[in-house]
């Protein structure tokens, strides 16, 4: 849709400036009209030239269709950016990204108070791994300059680029070193919804600090179109429409076949793990319940109203999920008599005792890195087939894991 807008407009715009060369060579001065005056695309390196308040400097543009904690819009030379949410409870921000080269925009009234990015952006502090396969999908690692830990870094490309020399680490024992990434002066410093006094240092030097919430998105399409939010920093919309509209078919295609089940053939799912007497799970309004209802299961706490996780007690858990026929997303378990041992209690599930125990661990690193925090955010296609295996094994046959792996009796 966007693409083909973009290609009728830069055609009318090719015609002017081909009349306008005609004219000139028979000695007639002719000026493409400032309505007409367009790119062929956005700009994805550099700036402007010349300024023209008239020109639209994005004829390349993304459309919302899932994510419901971010919103964009566009105007001539700038684009504006609504995160709700920004840290839990907390009210929603506007960002100003202006097009490199062109006027900064009067910030008054809804933007009064908003941060201004300068676009694109030519380097990228990210303080989640979460970030990082979307600089992958875009291919654009070219801009990350700063990571907040190497160790759990991982992806061929990632740690290519991490060992590069062009990477730095700002947060090796989980604090920001401020005084560095100031000194640094990236064009971008992207968290994953927190605040702290280091971070209000790095905002107060005129860094842009921007907020990445996917984890409380409803659903892992919502989730994975932060790609576009990825986008809007670096001008790369076509890309990221085409990519995102592709991920989304596959994974409607798959997923309509899973909901096709029928309802008792559907297994209870329960999630998490417990922790001196709690026990965490994924909220019945989180993205993970929505993966397993659009992978053909029935979650255990579907009636839960939280969007992220929540800390319940472990009885309430044994009283819930005792039946629940898939234990997935607990984590850390080298195996089932190691998860006793941990808590003696675990044996009280059912999925325990029928050895049905998945974890998000087939791709991890001896340093903590975990590829199902980094590749699995935008490809929910991949992570949905993964679950239909393990609800359904008969409907993907030949899909190969990705992530999830049966946890061993030993």
Known sequence: MVGTVSVKTSTVAGRWRALAVALAVCGVFAAVPAAERVPDGNM?????????????YFPDKVTVEDAVKFSVTYH???????????VTGKPSEKYVLVQCGASVPKLERELAGAQ????????????????????????????????????QLIGDEILKRANSGRVREFAPISVVDAELVVSQRPGLFMTGGTTSAPLAVVRSAGIP??????????????RAEWLKYMALFLNEERAAQGIYNAMKARYKVLSATAMSVPDDKKPIVMTGRGTRGDFVIAGGRSYVAALIKDAGGRYAWADNLVTGSETIDLEAQIRRAGNADIWINGGGWQ????????????????????????????????????????????????????????????????HEFQWYIQVPAR
């Not at 390196?45 to 020109?55: F, I, L």
């Not at 600090?209 to 919502?222: D, H, I, K």
């Not at 599930?349 to 049905?356: D, E, I, L, N």
């Open 44 to 56: 994805i390196r550099g700036c402007v030239d010349r300024y023209d308040a008239a020109t639209d």
């Open 76 to 86: 001539r030379s700038y684009k504006v950016i609504s995160v709700r949410e920004t």
């Open 116 to 151: 201004v990015v300068t676009v694109p952006i030519s380097s990228l502090y990210s303080a989640s791994t979460t970030h990082l396969q979307l600089l992958v999908d875009l291919q654009r690692l070219d801009v990350l300059t700063g990571v907040s830990t190497m160790k």
């Open 209 to 222: 600090v921007v907020t990445n919430n996917e984890w409380l998105e409803p659903t892992g399409l919502a």
């Open 335 to 398: 195996s089932l008599a190691s998860m006793v041992k941990d808590e003696p209690r675990y044996s009280e599930f059912k999925a325990y005792r029928t050895r049905q125990v998945w974890v998000y661990e087939r791709r991890v690193t001896s340093t903590g890195g975990n590829d199902y925090w980094s590749r699995a955010v935008s490809h929910p296609d991949l992570v949905l087939a993964d679950l239909v295996k393990v609800f359904h094994p008969a409907l993907v046959p030949k």
